[in-house]
């Protein structure tokens, strides 16, 4: 079996970084508005020049009024077609739609973080050209014993055999709000409990500069962690 060595993984990592372009009309469907990751990840994409545009797909609206917002607003994901008009002409989808699993059943649960977001999937419809990032968070793995843990980690491998440009599984932990956010619910409140541990925290700014680095340039790791964003971020201006 061929492995690269870490050497390598490095000598490629940063390699990449020259493949960056000066693109700047990227077109990019958001979902989770509503919550502390999606929101503060809205905010620092309106603020990227990169970014030309971005609709926000969730069941409510989220009470922000920006030139470049656009509002799709969907009580059930599940009622979504396939290959969704409004869906379409997008660069890249940032998934950060999610939930607790505290007080739920497992049934809910996979219906919550599987199902829902892979029918979502199918509603964009896989293109070689469009790049979707999905966020689990730190903890996501397969060889898990919770529950939770393992249905993000399937979620991330399923929607990597879709014929996607790429897949990425983004597993950020602790993370510092962006400038003006509002909705501070669960560890957005607690974020300055992570930032004296290293490589157990990023700010939400670094988070969106990564997926957009991911969208530009693409990364050799499809399972993108928090030294990962990091790196990635440096990637932006």
């Known amino acids: 079996t061929y492995q690269i060595s870490p ?4 000598y490629y990592a940063s ?31 309106l603020d990227r020049e ?9 069941r409510r609206p989220c009470e922000i009024a920006h030139p470049k917002l656009e509002e799709y607003i969907v009580e059930d994901f599940m009622t979504l077609p396939v290959d ?27 219906h919550l973080s ?15 050209e469009f790049v979707f990032i ?21 979620t991330e491998r399923d929607l990597r055999e879709l014929p996607f440009k790429a897949a990425y599984g983004f597993r950020p932990a602790g993370m510092k709000p962006y ?11 607690y974020h300055w409990l992570f930032t004296w ?15 957009i680095s991911c969208v530009k340039c693409g990364y050799f790791r499809r399972i993108v962690d928090v030294r990962d964003i990091d790196t990635l971020s440096k990637w932006c201006k």
Request: hydrophobic fraction near 35%.
């Open 179 to 189: 400038k003006g956010q509002k909705r501070l619910q669960g560890w957005g409140k």
């Open 15 to 45: 390699s990449v970084y020259f493949c960056t372009t000066n693109r700047n009309n990227m077109k990019i469907i958001l979902t989770g508005a509503t919550g502390f990751v999606g929101e503060g990840i809205l905010l620092a994409c």
């Open 134 to 154: 999905y966020v689990s968070g730190a903890g996501t793995s397969e060889t898990s014993r919770q529950f939770w843990s393992q249905t993000k980690s399937k």
């Open 114 to 128: 599987y199902e829902i977001t892979m029918h979502f999937a199918a509603a964009i419809g896989p293109k070689r």
């Open 84 to 110: 969704d008009p409004k869906l379409q002409g997008y660069d890249a989808c940032f998934f950060c739609a999610g939930k607790s699993n505290i007080g739920m059943s497992k049934e809910d649960y996979y």
């Open 7 to 10: 050497l390598s993984c490095h």
């Open 197 to 211: 541990i290293p490589g157990f925290s990023n700010t939400i700014e670094e988070v969106a500069k990564a997926m």
């Open 50 to 58: 990169e970014v030309e545009k971005v609709l926000s797909v969730s």
